[in-house]
């Protein structure tokens, strides 16, 4: 019998694959600044992978940016990142797990709210945040891959999502 | 949001009242602008220091006439000389 509990997620009514993924504008962050900027600004440069992640130094976003970072998706598309961290929180992150991704912020968990991918966060309360989810958009802003964590904590299939992002960039 | 990033970059520090000082005075102009925002801390500041030569905000970078100038009086005077009077067309394009 295991000692530890892994939580169910409600149901969500996320975006899914073959949906027009929502746009926004939100901060982005580099490792030297952040301006505001749109997904679309993003995908008419060409496919973009849109990672929900935990707030920054909660360990299942380092261990997220960690793996993500160890297999260099970012060879062969956009990979940005999304949470209810700061910009200084980005900044921070950015350059303690030494990674080239940018990661927008976004505080009032709106964007999550927009692909239905809230959490609220037992114990932290008037707390939500994104639920873990991968979305990869196309140059028209078309999902063609979507994945949603049902459980807490979860973490994305990597090795699905580098196919899927190695399928779409060639 | 407009396809083509505007001519003027500002780069500045949140809440800082020189950057505010720029800010005002680029909206009094009706200049459309983009807002790059650094950290407090100098040696964080690496951008603003290669495109602009030294580190401190605010600093703008205007494409439309190759200028690029940091300390807030510098630039309100560049920004009024050049935009106060109608002199360059604020809405006529980077050409």
Redesign the interface.
């Known amino acids: 019998m295991v000692d530890f509990e892994v939580v169910d997620l409600p149901a969500t009514d996320h975006v899914a694959e073959g949906d027009e993924a929502p746009d926004f504008t939100r901060p982005l962050v580099n490792d030297e600044f952040w301006a505001d900027a749109s997904l679309s600004e993003l995908t008419a440069e060409g496919p973009v992978c849109l990672v929900f992640h935990s707030m920054d130094g909660s360990f299942p976003a380092t261990y997220i940016w960690n793996e993500l970072r160890d297999r260099n998706v970012d060879e062969h598309c956009t990979v940005v990142g999304v949470s209810i961290s700061t910009p200084y929180a980005h900044k921070r992150l950015i350059e303690e797990r030494d990674m080239e991704f940018d990661l927008f912020s976004d505080p009032a968990n709106g964007v999550a709210e927009a692909y239905g991918v809230t959490h609220d966060l037992d114990g932290m309360t008037g707390v939500s945040e994104a639920r873990p989810a991968t979305f990869l958009v196309d140059a028209d802003r078309t999902v063609q891959y979507a994945w949603v964590a049902e459980e807490w904590p979860d973490f994305p299939p990597y090795d699905d999502l580098e196919r899927e992002i190695r399928a779409l960039a060639d | 949001?407009p396809?083509e990033e505007p001519p003027i970059t500002l780069?500045r520090l949140q809440a800082c009242p020189y950057c505010e000082r720029v800010v005002r005075t680029l909206q009094d102009l009706d200049l459309e602008y983009?807002?790059?925002?650094?950290?407090p801390m100098h040696s964080?500041r690496?951008?603003v220091k290669r495109v602009a030569g030294s580190r401190p905000v605010p600093a703008i970078v205007d494409e439309r006439t190759g200028v690029t100038m940091s300390e807030s009086a510098n630039v309100v005077d560049y920004l009024e000389s050049t935009y106060g009077d109608g002199l360059v067309d604020a809405t006529g394009g980077a050409d």
Do not use: G, K, L
Request: hydrophobic fraction near 35%; aromatic fraction near 16%; charge should be negative.
């Open positions: 949001m396809d780069y983009t807002s790059r925002f650094v950290e964080e690496d951008v």
